[in-house]
DNA sequence: TCGATATATGATTATATAGTCATATATCGA
DNA sequence: TCGATATATGACTATATAATCATATATCGA
């Protein structure tokens, strides 16, 4: 695989894990400081520092330095919409296993 | 978080590897069966099995079997649209970290 | 039945990851 | 200056992951 294949890997790996899920969640309306963020999804400040440094790194998000605080916020707008069609795989998913099968298409 | 929610991370993991992101391109076009699918990838026999296994115990892929070989494709479309939505942020980011460099980096 | 083919899995290893605690660094205000 | 606040990071641990080799299981055809 290419360097860009890994990328998209790293990319995708960055939106794979509970703890950042739930920073980007709380980052659906805008930018938020560090000392905002890690109370509200309930982590420790270091735990969320290393994981917004991560996505930082990786492209997801946008770092802004405002006197002694951050800012961080989502760089792009598709990270919401794969978070969406996840979201949406989870719900087909969890009613067929529920035993409620939703008949949209020839299936 | 709810277990929703590690549900999602976990949808998310399963395209987060390079292997498994082979897999899933390799079957763009339709189920194959797994002795098409490891010489394609390039990977060994059972490292493959392994990620098939996984996918489909996530929900990402179907499994289908006739005679001695097991089909498998991709079972829900929100994939590939979210590993195209993936691959806009690669391009993105790597048009910014190449031509356009915006800002001077920490230094 | 035997042997070839297809797939899955146990055991193992090396590496990656997430989280914690303690501490370093930076900024600001008094 | 000092002290409070905000953020990042080093050291460490426990766990997860990916990959490999060897082998087990299943199906089919001769």
């Given at each position: 695989?290419?360097?860009?294949?890994?990328?998209?890997?790293?990319?995708?790996?960055?939106?794979?894990?509970?703890?950042?899920?739930?920073?980007?969640?709380?980052?659906?309306?805008?930018?938020?400081?560090?000392?905002?963020?890690?109370?509200?999804?309930?982590?420790?400040?270091?735990?969320?520092?290393?994981?917004?440094?991560?996505?930082?790194?990786?492209?997801i998000?946008?770092?802004?330095?405002?006197?002694?605080?951050?800012?961080?916020?989502?760089?792009?707008?598709?990270?919401?919409?794969?978070?969406?069609?996840?979201?949406?795989?989870?719900?087909?998913?969890?009613?067929?296993?529920?035993?409620?099968?939703?008949?949209?298409r020839?299936?």
């Open positions: 695989m290419s360097s860009a294949d890994h990328y998209l890997a790293d990319v995708l790996k960055s939106l794979s894990q509970p703890t950042r899920l739930k920073i980007i969640d709380f980052l659906r309306n805008g930018e938020r400081c560090v000392c905002e963020i890690f109370p509200a999804i309930d982590e420790e400040q270091s735990n969320t520092s290393r994981h917004l440094s991560y996505m930082q790194t990786h492209g998000l946008s770092r802004r330095k405002e006197g002694v605080k951050i800012f961080y916020s989502v760089k792009h707008p598709e990270v919401f919409e794969i978070i969406d069609l996840a979201g949406r795989i989870v719900q087909r998913e969890t009613e067929l296993r529920s035993g409620v099968v939703k008949e949209s020839r299936g």
